[in-house]
């Protein structure tokens, strides 16, 4: 059973850039050409859709965030990757990883999800 | 953007009733080539990730009671728990994924 767990540091500074990383276990991030999100939800609100990227590294942003993020994938290390660059207090957020469900679909309902990392922006 | 608007904001329901929650589409999520729509539900309990509950508007995901019953067509869905239990207090959303970006509704809370 494939589960992810995402990573990285819990606060940044306003300006910098938010790196993390979702690891994946039990099954191959490169096996059936599977697509990868990252989806955020500030506290007490909603879900925002980041962006994807496949299994080969193409890629896809919501273009809300499009001229800040980037996204990659290390098939070598198993996980893939978010940076989210000049971030701001509105950046803060529980960040989630969640594999796209149906193998080689760019768009499709996110199962599983990981647990969830907590982004504070604040100097 | 497609954008789905999720009515209402929150709702108390005695345990054993019914809850229906409502999630309008601002645009066609139809996928002609299988004739299903693109709408996903899930349930967040507090503290947890989204659990996936229903696809394709009304296929059921792996594990799901059958008290949860997804429907609808066109622009127009619905989530209903048949017989709510109390292990069912969680905010629920839907989903699309007919076109990018993917957007979800901004949720219901569903209380005792």
């Known amino acids: 059973q494939v589960q992810l767990q995402e990573s990285g540091p819990g606060l940044v500074k306003p300006s910098q850039t938010l790196s993390l990383t979702c690891t994946v276990s039990?099954?191959?991030?490169?096996?059936?050409?599977?697509?990868w999100s990252w989806i955020r939800q500030p506290a007490g609100k909603g879900l925002e859709w980041i962006g994807r990227?496949?299994?080969?590294?193409?890629?896809n942003y919501n273009p809300s965030l499009e001229s800040r993020v980037s996204m990659s994938i290390d098939t070598s290390k198993n996980h893939f990757s978010l940076k989210l660059m000049s971030v701001t207090a509105a950046d803060s957020a529980v960040y989630y990883c969640?594999?796209?469900?149906?193998?080689?679909?760019?768009?499709?309902?996110?199962?599983?999800w990981g647990q969830g990392t907590l982004v504070t922006v604040s100097s | 953007d497609t954008v789905m608007t999720q009515t209402p904001d929150s709702l108390a329901v005695s345990l054993g009733e019914r809850a229906t929650i409502n999630c309008k589409s601002s645009?066609?999520?139809?996928?002609?080539?299988?004739?299903?729509?693109?709408v996903a539900w899930y349930q967040q309990k507090a503290g947890q990730p989204p659990k996936l509950l229903i696809y394709?508007?009304?296929t059921r995901g792996s594990g799901v009671p059958d008290r949860f019953r997804g429907s609808g067509s066109g622009t127009d869905f619905s989530l209903t728990i048949s017989s709510l239990q109390a292990e069912d207090v969680a905010v629920y959303y839907c989903?699309?994924?007919?076109?990018?970006?993917?957007?979800f509704g901004g949720g219901t809370k569903v209380e005792i």
């Open positions: 394709w508007a009304s």
């Open positions: 969640a594999r796209h469900d149906v193998p080689g679909a760019s768009q499709s309902w996110f199962d599983p």
């Open positions: 989903q699309q994924y007919y076109t990018t970006p993917l957007t």
């Open positions: 645009q066609t999520v139809l996928y002609t080539s299988n004739n299903k729509n693109c």
């Open positions: 039990g099954g191959s991030i490169s096996s059936d050409n599977f697509y």
């Open positions: 990227v496949s299994s080969t590294g193409n890629s």
